[in-house]
């Protein structure tokens, strides 16, 4: 039997990850990383400040000139993200030379000529370069060249734009076998259809956690998906696969044999179908399983749907603030809608998953504030939440040493 | 609004789908209308609007991919938010039974706190 993806496991099956991956274990996990104010402190370096962070998709600036800025409050940095008139992105601190006055006050835009601080314009082109100084003549040896923007390492993946602070290694090395499974398919042809950010009172260990599992989806979501995923012959969620890349991690789930979709959903599949024609396939990612759960370390999630006519992605980025504060940041992607159909469908996602992040939320908070009241000291995880046994464990293993350290 | 019957033709604002004109309160541009809609209309109203719009969804469909989607005539764009409301009822109607999210946060404390995307 293939050891590492795809097979299925009858579904009456129990305890059958604990099986295939013993060095997790099995016992409690501490608590004491949710609600630690000082390793929270620590987490700032050992795990942000040197690892590859994913700020934003190409989509969002296509043109030269094109911008935003990502605040990550954990690193105390805004970044600039710009691309070039070579057609570069670019990353930078968005910090000027001078004073280090907040270059760029606006979070996206577009530059048509260069960079300008409001406090004493100081300029700089798009590639970061200082082409401007005010008075120039009454500095001392101002070599403008020795004092463009910092830049930031930026290295792009399938279309998402990932920034490193302080790289020991390239992205595609980061990601080793994620990059590998996921190479191809429609990542070129996905656009940003919408974003929005969540200010949550909780953990952002919390918050992945919560959706790092689908053993609640039955419970909390059983008036949105009650039978949308396999479960074994007592009605509890059975995943048809788990696989770890280093530190990175991934689950999925097969549809329910006796799911029936709503009578909406089942008038837009159809209507997508008749609209889709040949073109049915053209917007697909290489997906093993209807649904994929990815959780690239440490903040992103990639949420990959198979729909009737095309593929979609949902991302979740999680931005701690304080240990007990996150911005908890959504963003559907997708490929352009070719007809009616398929943009009314893909709202009709959009809005079906606002909601179903609505419940999550809720737990959220509630988590945090139980976690806080001290009552008790550990996680009790299950077999189908090995992979927040495994995040919990790769979260250790960044803290515990001063190189980035590989879990097996 | 009321469509007047008469030797005189008048153009509804819903174009061929005249019929729908009772919902077109439902014409809401922007998701975060439509989700307000939603949570202060009772069940019943939402309910008379979801049955009378999916049945006619598969012709609402057929007359929109009509028209470019960047540039749909009012009465096309009136229909467009129309079918983006069913999708929003449909919450209430399919799922909770009931005009609000029974499992969710405090609508004031969840909606987004930046959103995008309204198009």
Known sequence: MDTESGDHHPNHNYKRWAARYPELGTGPVAVEPCISPSFFELERDRIFRRSWLSVGNESEIPDAGDYFVKEIAVCKASILVIRGHDGVVRAFHNVCSHRSNTLVANPRGKCRGYLTCNFHSWGYDIAGNLRSVPDER???????????????????????????????????????????????????????????????????????????????????????????????????????????????????????????PSPLESALMQLEVAGAGAQR???????????????????????????????????????????????????????????????????????????????????????????????????????????????????????GSTENAVSE | ????????????????????????????????????????????????????????LPAIVQYLNGFPSDRMPPEAQRLMNMALSLNEVSIAVERYRQPRVINGRERDRFFPARSSGDN
């Open chain 2, 1 to 56: 609004m009321q469509s007047v019957s008469s030797a005189k033709s008048v153009i509804s604002p819903l174009g061929p789908f005249g019929d729908l004109e009772p919902f077109i309160r439902w014409d809401l541009a922007t998701e975060p209308e439509r989700m307000a809609a939603r949570e202060s209309s009772t069940l019943e109203e939402m309910r008379t609007f979801y049955d009378a719009t999916i049945l006619r």
């Open chain 1, 138 to 260: 009454n500095f001392f040896d101002l070599d403008k060249r020795a004092h463009g923007l910092t830049p930031v390492a930026a290295e792009i993946w399938n279309g998402f734009i990932f920034i490193n602070l302080d790289p020991r290694e390239d992205l595609r090395t980061n990601l080793g076998g994620v990059a590998e499974r996921l190479h191809g398919g429609g990542f070129d042809q996905l656009r940003l259809a919408r974003r929005y950010t969540i200010d949550e009172r909780a953990n952002w260990k919390v918050a992945i956690d919560a959706q790092n599992e689908s053993y609640h989806v039955v419970y909390q979501h059983r008036y949105l998906m009650p039978n949308l995923f396999t479960t074994d012959d007592r009605g509890c969620l059975r995943l048809s696969e788990v696989t770890f890349y280093d530190r990175h991690s991934m689950y999925a789930c097969d549809i329910n044999p006796s799911f029936r």
């Open chain 1, 281 to 399: 396939d053209q917007y697909r990612f290489p997906m093993r399983n209807p649904f994929e759960f990815f959780l690239i370390f440490p903040n992103l999630a990639m949420i990959f749907f198979r729909g009737p006519t095309s593929d979609a992605c949902i991302t979740h980025s999680f931005w701690p603030i304080a240990v007990d504060r996150t911005l908890w940041e959504v963003r559907f992607y997708t490929a352009p809608p070719r007809n009616a159909a398929e943009r009314i469908s893909q709202d009709f996602m959009q809005v079906f998953n606002r909601v179903v992040f609505d419940e999550d939320a809720s737990a959220h908070e509630t988590v945090q504030a139980g976690l806080e009241s001290g009552a008790k000291k550990h996680l009790i995880l299950q077999d189908e939440e090995v992979t927040i046994r495994h995040f919990h464990r790769i979260v250790q293993d960044a803290m």
